[in-house]
């Protein structure tokens, strides 16, 4: 997550940086993740191929937080 850009807050022009989604117990930092609603999980490698990372930000100013979803790996 070190590497992740920082965003500019939509609402207040603060500064947004990387935060991590945890559950309530605060054991599991949860990594979310996304796919395509029709996709499937595929015979050969088990996964769904439109899967991607959903990275998290927070807005130093406001506390807005915000979700991006990164684009696919392709291979
Ligand atoms: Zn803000």
Same mark, same amino acid.
């Given at each position: ?8 807050c939509?609402?207040?022009?603060g ?10 117990? $605060?054991?599991? =930092?949860? +990594?979310?993740?996304?796919? /395509? ?9 088990? &996964? $769904?191929?439109? =899967?991607? +990372?959903?990275?998290?930000? /927070?807005c130093?100013?406001?506390?807005r937080?915000?979700?991006? &979803? ?6």
């Amino acid at each position: 997550m070190a590497d992740e850009p920082t965003r500019t807050c939509g609402e207040c022009d603060g500064t947004m940086l990387p935060i991590v989604i945890m559950d309530h117990n $605060y054991r599991s =930092a949860t +990594v979310l993740h996304y796919r /395509m609603p029709d996709d499937k999980v595929s015979f050969w490698t088990g &996964g $769904y191929p439109t =899967a991607g +990372v959903v990275n998290a930000f /927070m807005c130093a100013g406001c506390g807005r937080i915000a979700l991006y &979803g990164a684009l696919p790996k392709t291979e």
